[in-house]
């Protein structure tokens, strides 16, 4: 056993990696691939069969009693794309492996996706570049999908000529979602569980509060009829400070949830903690003493506070 495998175990011993996904699929859209968001079924296999060699998974019950072996992972998902349902659940199911999808309920109901929708706007439509000046907010800070005012967008979409087109050319980029069949379908998967990510994928920081509770509960009531469902909770985009702090935790922590995870690749040690943090692989390591060695990369960071 080589020092670096060592030292990582070592590192590793007592803790809790979560790790998260999003797309599985050899078809990706275009915007799920421009922010790498995409995983092949192939590569996502060799993954999670690396993940299981180094580290007890477990289920995300399990969390709320403490009552696992450690090192432990747990494999999340967020935003509820279909490729999950039809091609990682086998998978996984295949392997044994528990998971959770963090949905975003306006998806399921056929709505638009809130960063696809923002995304396709900023890149590929000229009328909106023009809607923004007139409106004199050409300078948003971005990226513009963290920052944007959802009722600024909204009322361009209401306002456009092409309205059909448009949400057309919108769905087609973001790329497929699940539907409520798909959801029921997963509650017969054994250690399959549903989580919220709000009904919209609104950035929390930049919502009030009263508004990540209205989205919270309107997710919640939905969710809820699925037998799976966990009062557990992802971050959209999942950056603290940019994205969340103590005041939206607070608030859903009022709200009755148990778990809120976030995405900015650190390693728990604490798992008994209401906020968890989760690693996103690289798309294209597969092998065991890669995986080692993007791990301690990441926990030197981590340990260094870089």
Not at 34 to 55: D, G, M, S
Not at 136 to 156: C, R, T, W
Not at 234 to 262: H, M, R, S, V
Request: charged share 20%; aromatic share 14%; hydrophobic share 35%.
């Amino acid at each position: 056993m080589g020092l670096k495998t060592q030292l990582i175990k070592r590192l590793l011993n007592k803790s809790l990696v979560t790790f998260v996904y999003h797309d599985v699929t050899d078809t990706p859209s275009k915007f799920s691939n421009k922010y790498n968001l995409c995983i092949t079924p192939n590569n996502f296999e060799k993954q999670v069969n690396v993940i299981r060699k180094l580290f007890n998974i477990i289920s995300p019950k399990q969390l709320l009693y403490n009552d696992f072996k450690q090192p432990a992972a747990l494999i999340t998902f967020d935003d509820g794309f279909k490729s999950y349902f039809d091609f990682a659940l086998p998978i996984l199911s295949n392997l044994g492996i528990p998971s959770i999808n963090f949905i975003n309920y306006g998806v399921i109901k056929n709505e638009l996706f809130w960063p696809g929708v923002t995304t396709f706007l900023n890149h590929y439509d000229d009328d909106y570049s023009k809607y923004k000046e007139k409106h004199q907010v050409e300078n948003q800070k971005q990226p513009e999908f963290l920052y944007v005012n959802e009722d600024f967008v909204s009322q361009y979409l209401k306002g456009s000529k092409s309205k059909e087109l448009l949400n057309k050319l919108i769905r087609d980029y973001q790329g497929d979602f699940a539907n409520k069949n798909d959801l029921i379908k997963s509650s017969k998967y054994n250690e399959t569980y549903l989580g919220s990510h709000l009904y919209e994928h609104f950035n929390c920081a930049n919502i009030a509060n009263e508004k990540i509770e209205q989205q919270q509960l309107k997710n919640a009531h939905y969710l809820s009829k699925y037998t799976n469902y966990l009062k557990y909770f992802a971050y959209p985009f999942g950056q603290p400070g940019t994205c969340f702090n103590d005041k939206t935790t607070n608030t859903l922590a009022e709200l009755g949830i148990q778990k809120i995870f976030t995405s900015s690749g650190t390693v728990a040690y604490d798992s008994l903690a209401l906020v968890l943090d989760r690693i996103s692989l690289p798309i294209h390591i597969t092998k065991k003493s890669k995986v080692i060695h993007y791990l301690y990369k990441r926990l030197i960071r981590q340990h260094l506070g870089i």
